[in-house]
């Protein structure tokens, strides 16, 4: 299963409305922003398990669904429920209570 490419993905977290961003998966890694994030970090596919650990920073001034404004890191488990859809859930790193769920659909091929 090839899961390269672009993807839009919506975010929601334990503040606010969903949030949307956009990432590029290649080569097992992840690049990516919104209006006030930037996205880099890993994936791993076993079957239709997908696993990510993902590095946030904050650019500028905005919303932020984790309430974070410094660097941190997300771990992110769940499945490529379609060709072009992949569903997690994750918390930060260190954090268990800061949930976030994570809905991805694929736009261009890699």
Known sequence: MNIEGLWIV???GIQGPPFRGGVVLVNRRILGADDVHTYEGHYQ???NK???KVTVRQY???FNV???NRPFEIELSGKVVKRDEI???GTVVGDA???LVVVMKKRVDY
């Open 97 to 99: 209570e800061s949930e």
């Open 10 to 12: 919506d975010f929601a």
């Open 45 to 47: 596919l076993e079957g």
């Open 60 to 62: 500028r001034e905005g």
């Open 66 to 68: 984790m309430k974070r």
């Open 50 to 52: 997908f696993n990510a």
């Open 87 to 89: 569903s997690a859930s």
